[in-house]
């Protein structure tokens, strides 16, 4: 059975009876069409009454959630030339960053007609890659990046400037690897190095927030000119565990936390923090890998489309007021944007 949670439930278990119900009028050869249809629409506004009240601790569940698509699951969807490339020539190839190129405007799902290929420029994709199973997520890192997964952004960074690539940046990652091997090859001075190439940048880029958003981990591959949140997403400076851990000595308060991070995408968007939420299909990106592709597909083009047509013709060269600057001058008032609509206070 899929995995799901303890509010997910009540939708869970009507679903189960309208597959039943599905299931014997298959096999009886009996009409059980009234009845499936009211199952239908009770199911339909469960799922919209559920999801209307979720307290902000479980939204951080539902980025969460085992089945929602990974950066690869997008890719896979949107970008089916995709070619992965690997290593930061240095160290290893860390496969908890997915780093590759692929050809824009990405596709239609389930479209037969498609840009003729004389119109379609190559692009720069990086993304936190979560595993599956547990081989795969012990491959993966659980999304976890060490110092050799940045430098191998940085190096692919520093090409696709070279090469008027636009870069695409999908974050989902609880945050940096914190492990002794990962510190002693550097991990924040690759952090810091892979937010300073990504400042530095003379072509256009877009990221989003596709699941979870942690720390300088999700921030390493999230200074773009455009950052964008899907609607059941978090992006904060710390987990909500790691947070009720410091604040309070105690992890188990990671709901009360998650509360006071403020880290939801609506408060964030208001903060300034963020450009735009992205929509998912009802319920969640989970129950619609097709469409909840779809809806970020057509983010992407409404918002990075604009971008490349500023880009300069091959062989010049952007001046800073195009892409380097703006993406500077964003950044640089995030903060006094957050202060003014969020003030601390004593004892919060």
């Given at each position: 059975?899929?995995?799901?949670?303890?509010f997910?439930?009540?939708?869970?278990?009507?679903?189960?009876?309208?597959?039943?119900?599905?299931?014997?009028?298959?096999?009886?050869?009996?009409?059980?069409?009234?009845?499936?249809?009211?199952?239908?629409?009770?199911?339909?506004?469960?799922?919209?009454?559920?999801?209307?009240?979720?307290?902000?601790?479980?939204?951080?569940?539902?980025?969460?959630?085992?089945?929602?698509?990974?950066?690869?699951?997008?890719?896979?969807?949107?970008?089916?030339?995709?070619?992965?490339?690997?290593?930061d020539?240095?160290?290893?190839?860390?496969?908890?960053?997915?780093?590759g190129?692929?050809?824009?405007?990405?596709?239609?799902?389930?479209?037969?007609?498609?840009?003729?290929?004389?119109?379609?420029?190559?692009?720069?994709i990086?993304?936190?890659q979560?595993?599956?199973?547990?081989?795969?997520?012990?491959?993966?890192?659980?999304?976890?990046?060490?110092?050799?997964?940045?430098?191998?952004?940085?190096?692919?960074?520093?090409?696709?400037?070279?090469?008027?690539?636009?870069?695409?940046?999908?974050?989902?990652?609880?945050?940096?690897?914190?492990?002794?091997?990962?510190e002693?090859?550097?991990?924040?001075?690759?952090i810091?190095?892979?937010?300073?190439?990504?400042?530095?940048?003379?072509?256009?880029s877009?990221?989003?927030?596709?699941?979870?958003?942690?720390?300088?981990?999700?921030?390493?591959?999230?200074?773009?000119n455009?950052?964008?949140?899907?609607?059941?997403?978090?992006?904060?400076?710390?987990?909500?565990?790691?947070?009720?851990?410091?604040?309070?000595?105690?992890?188990?308060?990671?709901?009360?936390?998650?509360?006071?991070?403020?880290?939801?995408?609506?408060?964030?968007?208001?903060?300034?923090?963020?450009?735009?939420?992205?929509?998912?299909?009802?319920?969640?990106?989970?129950?619609?890998?097709?469409?909840?592709?779809?809806?970020?597909?057509?983010?992407?083009?409404?918002?990075?489309?604009?971008?490349?047509?500023?880009?300069?013709?091959?062989?010049?060269?952007?001046?800073?007021?195009?892409?380097?600057?703006?993406?500077?001058?964003?950044?640089?008032?995030?903060?006094?944007?957050?202060?003014?609509?969020?003030?601390?206070?004593?004892?919060?």
């Amino acid at each position: 059975m899929e995995a799901f949670f303890e509010f997910e439930k009540p939708i869970v278990n009507l679903e189960k009876k309208l597959q039943d119900l599905r299931e014997l009028a298959k096999q009886e050869g009996v009409d059980f069409g009234d009845e499936i249809n009211i199952l239908e629409k009770k199911v339909s506004t469960l799922i919209d009454e559920t999801y209307a009240k979720l307290t902000p601790w479980q939204k951080v569940q539902l980025s969460r959630h085992p089945g929602r698509p990974y950066s690869r699951d997008y890719v896979d969807i949107l970008f089916p030339d995709f070619m992965e490339l690997h290593g930061d020539r240095a160290f290893s190839d860390d496969q908890a960053i997915l780093a590759g190129v692929a050809t824009w405007p990405p596709v239609v799902p389930g479209a037969t007609e498609q840009l003729p290929e004389s119109e379609r420029i190559p692009v720069l994709i990086l993304g936190h890659q979560k595993g599956r199973n547990t081989k795969q997520k012990m491959e993966r890192n659980f999304a976890m990046a060490r110092p050799d997964g940045y430098r191998k952004a940085i190096r692919l960074m520093q090409m696709a400037d070279r090469l008027k690539m636009p870069v695409i940046c999908l974050i989902d990652t609880p945050g940096a690897y914190p492990g002794m091997d990962a510190e002693e090859r550097g991990q924040s001075q690759a952090i810091a190095a892979s937010i300073e190439c990504m400042f530095q940048l003379g072509v256009p880029s877009i990221g989003v927030v596709i699941g979870e958003g942690g720390s300088g981990g999700a921030l390493a591959i999230g200074v773009t000119n455009a950052l964008f949140m899907m609607e059941y997403s978090y992006y904060s400076v710390i987990a909500p565990e790691s947070c009720a851990a410091i604040l309070w000595s105690d992890s188990s308060l990671a709901e009360r936390a998650s509360e006071k991070l403020k880290m939801s995408p609506p408060e964030l968007l208001r903060m300034g923090v963020i450009d735009g939420i992205i929509p998912e299909p009802k319920g969640g990106a989970h129950r619609d890998w097709n469409l909840a592709a779809n809806m970020l597909r057509e983010a992407m083009l409404k918002n990075l489309q604009p971008l490349i047509k500023k880009m300069a013709k091959p062989g010049k060269k952007n001046d800073r007021s195009t892409f380097i600057d703006p993406r500077i001058e964003k950044f640089r008032k995030m903060g006094e944007i957050a202060l003014a609509h969020a003030p601390i206070t004593p004892g919060a």
